[in-house]
Structure formats: C-alpha cells, structure tokens
T-cell receptor
Framework: ETGVTQTPRHLVMGMTNKKSLKCEQH?????MYWYKQSAKKPLELMFV???????ENNSVPSRFSPECPNSSHLFLHLHTLQPEDSALYLC????????????FGEGSRLTVL | QKEVEQNSGPLSVPEGAIASLNCTYS??????FFWYRQYSGKSPELIMS????GDKEDGRFTAQLNKASQYVSLLIRDSQPSDSATYLC?????????????FGQGTRLTINP
C-alpha cells in the first residue's frame, strides 16, 4: 500500500445507521485531516490531528465523530446523519511544517437516504 | 469576501494553446500557495506549490505569485486533452495557523481537441 488509502470508497446509509470511514497513510506524515467536498462548494476542512491529538474542529456537528489512534490511522464515525451530509469525504495527510503540502486519499462517497 | 476566489468556469481552451487559471486570496499574510488538479470522480492531486513572489516552472506548468496583488495563477502550456479537469487553488492563511489550507471553489478546464 502506498500514499493515503480510504475505505469504503462508497457508502449508502440511512439516517438512523451508524457507520465509520477509515483512512490510513503510508507516507510517514504526522498530521491527518478530514475534508468534506459537496457539489459546487469549496473543500471544507472538518478536523485536523497532529501526532494523534485533535488541533482543529471546524464547527462540525457532533453527528460526526473523529478518532485518531495513531499518526497513521484516522476514522470518522457517523451516526444519525442527514441527507445534506451526502458528500465526498476526503482524508489527507501532511508533514507538520509551514509549507507542508496535503496529500489526499481517493475519498469516500457517502449517500444518506 | 471569500477567502480564496476562483472563476468556476468552465474554461475552454483549444489543444496546444496556453490555459491560464487565476486565483485571488484575502489574507495578505498568507505564505504558502498550492494548485491541485481534480479529475471527475477522483481526489485532488497536488501539481504545484509556490511560496515566494515570481514564477515557478515545472514542465508544462508555471505558477505565478504576486503577494502585493494577492494573486496566484497557473499557466499550462501546450494544453492536452488530458489536462481537462477541475483546478483547485489552495492557500495557507497565516492568521489561521500553519495547518489550515483553504480551498477555492475550483475552475473547470476543458481542452478541446
């Protein structure tokens, strides 16, 4: 495995379901991110983790719950979502430097019915 | 005022011509600037980064930065149909911490054979 991998690639869930998105980075980076990409809107930063500690929560509703057990793994736990939460959820990683570029995974396409 | 602004397009350019993509940003203290390419149904891929005023060339791509005008651009020479994608401008605003990367809405580019 190389780069940043996300699973599942596609997920359909009802509003009462609980599911999780998984991300793993193989780049030796020490920061990981969740971004949301909705149609015709800019990428929105959701959460940032440095060395598995959360450093940013961009006013994300509590129905999204992140977990970062170590610097290589990141989860996004989903529960009681709304149809407007349907989007592409992108995981990214970077080195902790002022110029650290982000490297994205392929994304998890979420549809909430 | 949006933090990062791009013309959403679509921008149509004939094959072999120069494609010019533009981006403006609001945080005057921003230090790091990135261009990502995103093919339909795929995740963003970093193609250029630029940190100081002037031009930076990488193959057919040239990034241009003018901090005084708060303007960053991407030129694609000898455009190919494979360059057809959405191009995302991203800026690291100084005031919001070193890790937050703010994205524009993206410009959809179509190269016509």
């Amino acid at each position: 495995e190389t780069g940043v991998t996300q699973t599942p690639r596609h997920l359909v869930m009802g509003m009462t379901n609980k599911k999780s998105l998984k991300c793993e980075q193989h780049l030796g980076h020490n920061a990981m991110y969740w971004y949301k990409q909705s149609a015709k809107k800019p990428l929105e930063l959701m959460f940032v983790y440095n060395f598995k500690e959360q450093t940013e929560n961009n006013s994300v509703p509590s129905r999204f719950s992140p977990e970062c057990p170590n610097s290589s793994h990141l989860f996004l736990h989903l529960h009681t979502l709304q149809p407007e939460d349907s989007a592409l959820y992108l995981c990214a990683s970077s080195q902790l430097t002022d110029t650290g570029e982000l490297f994205f995974g392929e994304g998890s396409r979420l549809t909430v019915l | 005022q949006k933090e990062v602004e791009q013309n959403s397009g679509p921008l149509s350019v004939p094959e072999g011509a120069i494609a010019s993509l533009n981006c403006t940003y609001s945080d005057r203290g921003s230090q790091s600037f990135f261009w990502y390419r995103q093919y339909s149904g795929k995740s963003p891929e970093l193609i250029m980064s630029i940190y100081s005023n002037g031009d930076k060339e990488d193959g057919r791509f040239t990034a241009q930065l003018n901090k005084a005008s708060q303007y960053v651009s991407l030129l694609i020479r000898d455009s190919q149909p494979s360059d057809s994608a959405t191009y995302l401008c991203a800026v690291r605003p100084l005031l919001q911490g070193a890790q937050k990367l703010v994205f524009g809405q993206g410009t959809r580019l179509t190269i016509n054979p």
